[in-house]
T-cell receptor, first 111, second 114 residues
Framework: GQQLNQSPQSMFIQEGEDVSMNCTSSSIFNTWLWYKQDPGEGPVLLIALYKAGELTSNGRLTAQFGITRKDSFLNISASIPSDVGIYFC???????????FGTGTRLKVLA | GAGVSQSPRYKVTKRGQDVALRCDPI?????LYWYRQALGQGPEFLTYFNYEAQQDKSGLPNDRFSAERPEGSISTLTIQRTEQRDSAMYRC????????????FGEGSRLTVL
């Protein structure tokens, strides 16, 4: 199935550090969503982006909708142990209501 | 309901049997999506409904897979003549309406085909 390129695949960071991850594609998207998934749970929505260039924050999380509409970025500031999990981007493909998910970024925080 | 509800949470079946997975979306949500998620991978799109209309079924792997949402609320994903490669987590998500952006997921149905 179709999936978006997401990087990095995994990250090990120290508690308190900032984290950046991104999602890229050759296709154009109308909406970007960022999710966090804990083991055994369903994905939980963190941030939704609707316009090219939009920058949106949710607590320590900040996400941006790329100007070209082909990419998106998520930053986590001052990471804490409960940030551990898998982060997924999802883009709504232009001209459809289909959401394509990224391959995921696995985050591990070392106390 | 308060959240997206899926049943059964776990299903173990023998190869060749048919299975039906159910999704009850958030009350008032018009759009409903089915995804399949392999371990360690991102959700993979299967199909999508607006009200009772199946708008896109391009992600269904083959004709053994079908989905319906006859009254525009509860949806059923049916897999006929299951094969071992069908084993996965099947996730349902709903949103307020087409293009409204926010997709909310259920806990999923874990299918194991022996």
């Amino acid at each position: 199935g179709q999936q978006l390129n997401q990087s990095p695949q995994s990250m090990f960071i120290q508690e308190g550090e900032d984290v950046s991850m991104n999602c890229t594609s050759s296709s154009i998207f109308n909406t970007w969503l960022w999710y966090k998934q804990d083991p055994g749970e369903g994905p939980v929505l963190l941030i939704a982006l609707y316009k090219a260039g939009e920058l949106t924050s949710n607590g320590r999380l900040t996400a941006q909708f790329g100007i070209t509409r082909k990419d998106s970025f998520l930053n986590i500031s001052a990471s804490i142990p409960s940030d551990v999990g898998i982060y997924f981007c999802a883009g709504q493909l232009q001209g459809t209501y289909k959401y394509i998910f990224g391959t995921g970024t696995r985050l591990k925080v070392l106390a | 309901g308060a959240g997206v509800s899926q049943s059964p949470r776990y299903k173990v079946t023998k190869r060749g049997q048919d299975v039906a997975l159910r999704c009850d979306p958030i009350s008032g949500h018009v759009s409903l999506y089915w995804y399949r998620q392999a371990l360690g991978q991102g959700p993979e799109f299967l199909t999508y409904f607006n009200y009772e209309a199946q708008q896109d079924k391009s992600g269904l792997p083959n004709d053994r897979f079908s989905a319906e949402r006859p009254e525009g609320s509860i949806s059923t994903l049916t897999i006929q003549r299951t094969e071992q490669r069908d084993s996965a987590m099947y996730r349902c998500a709903s949103s307020l309406g087409p293009g409204t952006g926010e997709l909310f997921f259920g806990e999923g149905s874990r299918l194991t085909v022996l």
